[in-house]
């Protein structure tokens, strides 16, 4: 008999690990594409190469093995060593060279962020990116499969694999349209919000990443009719200028709209919360060259630039092309 090595199809690890991060087999077939049953014969033939359960799942519960722990955590490793190899050919040269892939949620303005990218760019031409725009959980997930080297994510806690660092801190605020009947009233008390139509993210639960946008709903006791619901925050914002009802954005992101007269802000006038933007990447030091420099030369430059001054300030492009990184501190 032929050693299970030479007769495994791969693609069954990959879709493992998907049923494994989605907790479903039904969500894992939307994640990937492909019709539940296609899944599920991948998990049943899965389980039958290799003579184990790897998953007992009913109507009322869905548990992962023993054995399907430790099937999952070798087919991640398995992935990752995949991912990193057409890196790695292109890192034989003197010249520091390969390729990067990041994972980003949508939406992120901050200027620390595209000043860093600049730099690197300059310092390092040879290095190539790709840049995956998807949802925060989406983010957790290719950072632990190792599919991206570093993340950017809202997040209410860092999972044991990743390593986390705040990148920068973004207040909400409330804000409703021109065309909407509170538009350009001032000192206006919270009262007057309670009935009113509201535009939700998402996340915007109690168990989701921007649960403290929901806390706020309940403790001041806004129970107006969703009327708008997205993931994006491209889609929140369009929502709310367009006078559906009133919603929470990030302040620093719309202050040129609150400028030009799009949008209004609402109390309370000193925020709803302060949510933060987290850097993540995986713990486990198995990364590329190129991976690791761009890792390490962010780390770097996040230690020259107060959280604070990241979302408005970025290093000097020029500087930090040639080190020691600076920060440019101009508006």
């Known amino acids: 008999m032929r050693p299970i090595h030479d007769t495994l199809d791969w693609n069954l690890l990959r879709t493992f690990i998907v049923i494994v991060q989605e907790e479903s087999v039904s969500k894992a077939a939307v994640r990937l594409y492909l019709s539940q049953p296609a899944v599920s014969l991948s998990l049943k033939r899965l389980e ?53 892939s990041l994972a980003f949620i949508t939406g992120i303005q901050c200027r620390f ?39 950017i994510c809202l997040a209410q806690s860092c999972p044991d694999n990743l390593d986390s660092q705040v990148l920068a801190r973004q207040r909400y605020r409330l804000y409703c349209g021109r065309s909407h009947r509170l538009f350009g009233r001032d000192s206006l008390p919270m009262e007057e919000l309670k009935q009113e139509a509201y535009v939700s993210f998402g996340s915007e639960q109690l168990d989701g990443v921007l649960s403290p946008l929901a806390v706020f709903r309940a403790q001041h006791g806004l129970k107006g009719p969703v009327v708008g619901q997205s993931s994006r925050l491209q889609e929140i914002q369009r929502m709310v200028m367009a006078g559906w009802g009133i919603g929470c954005l990030p302040e620093h992101l719309v202050a040129r709209q609150v400028a030009d007269g799009e949008l209004w802000p609402l109390p309370p006038y000193d925020g709803v919360a302060d949510i933060d933007l987290h850097l993540m990447w995986h713990r486990e030091g198995r990364a590329s060259v190129a991976e690791t420099t761009f890792i390490e030369f962010f780390l770097t430059s996040m230690a020259k630039v107060p959280m604070e001054h990241r979302l408005t300030t970025g290093i000097d492009v020029a500087d ?7 920060f440019d501190d101009t508006p």
């Open 48 to 100: 039958e190469r290799l003579g184990q359960k790897l998953i007992e799942r009913d109507s009322h519960r869905f548990r992962v093995t023993q054995a399907g722990q430790l099937v999952y955590r070798e087919a991640v490793d398995i992935y990752a060593n995949v991912a990193r190899l057409a890196a790695s050919v292109g890192e034989s040269d003197p010249e520091v060279a390969g390729h990067v």
């Open 113 to 151: 962020l595209d000043s860093v990218l600049a730099a690197f760019h300059r310092r390092y031409p040879q290095i190539t990116f790709e840049i995956e725009d998807m949802s925060s959980q989406e983010v957790q997930h290719a950072l632990s499969q190792r599919q991206s080297a570093l993340g």
């Open 320 to 326: 930090a092309a040639l080190a020691p990184l600076a």
